[in-house]
Each structure stands twice: as structure tokens, then as C-alpha cells.
């Protein structure tokens, strides 16, 4: 079991930057594979970016590649996501999500309870 808590939502402007935080509880945070989705006002929600385990693979969806980066600190169990560059269609509500690395994206076994980013034109 694994419990994720998000933070450093807020509101900014186009063209600024914020940093999310994952702070995760329970054991073992090193064996989990870990990943930022965001849900926009009234659609479904998606995937932005993902990190293995080991910190040694990263994925980016083609909308925040460039912009966003994701990170993790195994010793903090802690995983990062730096946005900077962002624009008005960022706005969302943002999941950290885990999984073992057997697991797939598409069944995340574990979620935080979101964080809102606005971003103002």
C-alpha cells in the first residue's frame, strides 16, 4: 500500500511556472513506478508525464514536452513535476499516481486526491 499526497497547486499566469509535489507514505516508495495525470474542466482525465522506478526512464505526453519535467527523489519519497512555460489549456486538476512495475498505466492501483493548477491568460 502506498498513499499519495499532492501540493503546490495554485494559480498562475501564461507563461509562468509552478512545481508539484508527491510526498508518498508506506514502504518500498523505490519499487513503485510513478506518474502525473491531469483532468481539465469536463474532460476525461489523461496521462502527462511518468518516471520508472529508478528514475532512469521518463515519459512525456506530446503536450508538455519541452515545458514540464518529471522527477523523483527516492531518498525523500517524493516525485516532482516542474512546469514552467505554462499556458491556459494547463489548467487542470493534477493526479499523482503509482504503480508496480509489473502494472500498467491503464490501471492505476493508486492516486492522490489532486491538486488544482489554474493558468490565467
Known amino acids: 500500500q502506498v498513499q499519495l499526497v499532492e501540493s503546490g497547486g495554485g494559480l498562475v499566469q501564461a507563461g509562468g511556472s509552478l512545481r508539484l509535489s508527491c510526498a508518498a507514505s508506506g514502504r518500498s516508495f523505490w519499487m513503485y513506478a510513478m506518474g502525473w495525470f491531469r483532468q481539465p474542466p469536463g474532460k476525461e482525465r489523461g496521462i502527462v508525464a511518468t518516471?520508472?522506478?529508478?528514475?532512469?526512464?521518463?515519459y512525456y505526453a506530446d503536450s508538455v514536452k519541452g515545458r514540464f519535467t518529471i522527477s523523483r527523489d527516492n531518498s525523500k519519497n517524493t516525485v516532482y513535476l516542474q512546469m514552467n512555460s505554462l499556458k491556459p489549456e494547463d489548467t487542470a486538476v493534477y493526479f499523482c499516481?503509482?504503480?508496480?512495475?509489473?502494472?500498467?498505466?491503464?490501471?492505476?492501483?493508486?492516486w492522490g486526491q489532486g491538486t488544482q493548477v489554474t493558468v490565467s491568460s
Open positions: 518516471i520508472a522506478s529508478s528514475g532512469g526512464s521518463t
Open positions: 499516481a503509482a504503480r508496480t512495475a509489473a502494472g500498467s498505466w491503464s490501471r492505476v492501483p493508486y
